[in-house]
Structure formats: structure tokens, C-alpha cells
Nanobody, 126 residues
Framework: QVQLVESGGGLVQAGGSLRLSCAAS????????MGWFRQAPGKEREFVAA????????YYADSVKGRFTISRDNAKNTVYLQMNNLKPEESAVYYC???????????????????WGQGTQVTVSS
């Protein structure tokens, strides 16, 4: 069992930056692939970024490439999402997820994950 707690959300102006953190419980964090998803009101949850268990591979949605960076610190059981040049349409609840087995090459679907956090709100004002 893995418990995930996101933090770092908040209100930011368009063009600004935020860094989200996701702290995981348990001693097997380093065995899990990790991902970030987001869900805006009235929309389906969508993939944002993922990182393999070793940190050696990272994957991004096309819409965030070049602006967002996912990273992990296995010693701290934490995964991060650095978000730069944020846009108002990226306002959403951001979720962290953990999975042991990959069903897709780029860890971009909910099937790739077994555990989810409660989410953190990101609001980008125009």
C-alpha cells in the first residue's frame, strides 16, 4: 500500500511558476513509476508527466513539453513537478499517482497506476 500526499498548489498569474510535490509513504517508493495528471472542472482527467522508477526516463504531454519538468528524489520518497510559464487553461486539480507495472510505453494512462493522491488545486489567473 502506498499513500500519496500532494502539496504546492495555489494561485499564480499567467506566465508564473509553481512546484508541486508528492510525498509517498512506504519503503518501496523507489520501485514505483510516478505520474502527474490533472483534471479541470467538467473535463476528464488528463496525463501531464511521468517518471520511471529509476528516474532514468521521463515522459510529458505535448502541451507541457519544454515548460514542465518531473523529477524524483527516492531518498526522500518524493516526486516533483516544476511548472513554468503557466497558462490559465491549466487551472485544475493536479493528482500524483504511483504504479508498479507499466501498461503503456510512456506511462500516460490511468491503467499504469495503482495509487492516487487526493490532489492539489492549481489556479492560474489571466
Amino acid at each position: 500500500q502506498v499513500q500519496l500526499v500532494e502539496s504546492g498548489g495555489g494561485l499564480v498569474q499567467a506566465g508564473g511558476s509553481l512546484r508541486l510535490s508528492c510525498a509517498a509513504s512506504g519503503r518501496t517508493f523507489s520501485r514505483y513509476n510516478m505520474g502527474w495528471f490533472r483534471q479541470a472542472p467538467g473535463k476528464e482527467r488528463e496525463f501531464v508527466a511521468a517518471i520511471s522508477w529509476s528516474g532514468g526516463s521521463t515522459y510529458y504531454a505535448d502541451s507541457v513539453k519544454g515548460r514542465f519538468t518531473i523529477s524524483r528524489d527516492n531518498a526522500k520518497n518524493t516526486v516533483y513537478l516544476q511548472m513554468n510559464n503557466l497558462k490559465p487553461e491549466e487551472s485544475a486539480v493536479y493528482y500524483c499517482a504511483a504504479g508498479r507495472h507499466s501498461y503503456t510505453r510512456d506511462l500516460s494512462t490511468e491503467l499504469d497506476y495503482d495509487y492516487w493522491g487526493q490532489g492539489t488545486q492549481v489556479t492560474v489567473s489571466s
